[in-house]
Nanobody, 112 residues
């Protein structure tokens, strides 16, 4: 069973950047897709970005061209590069593997 652990969340001002990491407890080479979700009290859970096995990606329209999902199989780690952050990006960011395994999440707060 794959265990996932996120890190990198922080309080940041609007316009700032963060890089989230999701470290897996074992090889992710055979995992078909890995994703980042955001959870907020008002909007529930939203798929922010997904990296598919073949290399294609999906982004929520609101984060396109600002967020970039990066998968490093050699390091068993998934990243989310977040640039030009906005207050509406605030939430608990959770990593998911193959629609099955979840990490506990890392909090991102964008506020001045």
């Amino acid at each position: 069973q794959v265990q996932l652990a996120e890190s990198g969340g922080d309080l940041v001002q609007p316009g700032g950047s963060l890089r989230l990491s999701c470290a897996a407890s074992e090889s992710i080479y055979n995992i078909k897709h890995m994703s980042w979700y955001r959870e907020t009290p008002g909007k529930g859970r939203v798929l922010v970005a997904r990296h598919f096995f073949g290399g294609s990606t999906y982004y929520l329209s609101a984060v396109k061209d600002r967020f970039f999902i990066i998968r490093d199989n050699a390091k068993n780690t998934l990243f989310l590069q977040m640039d030009f952050l906005k207050p509406e990006d605030t939430g608990l960011y959770r990593c998911q593997a193959d629609d099955t395994y979840w990490g506990p999440g890392t909090q991102v707060t964008v506020s001045s």
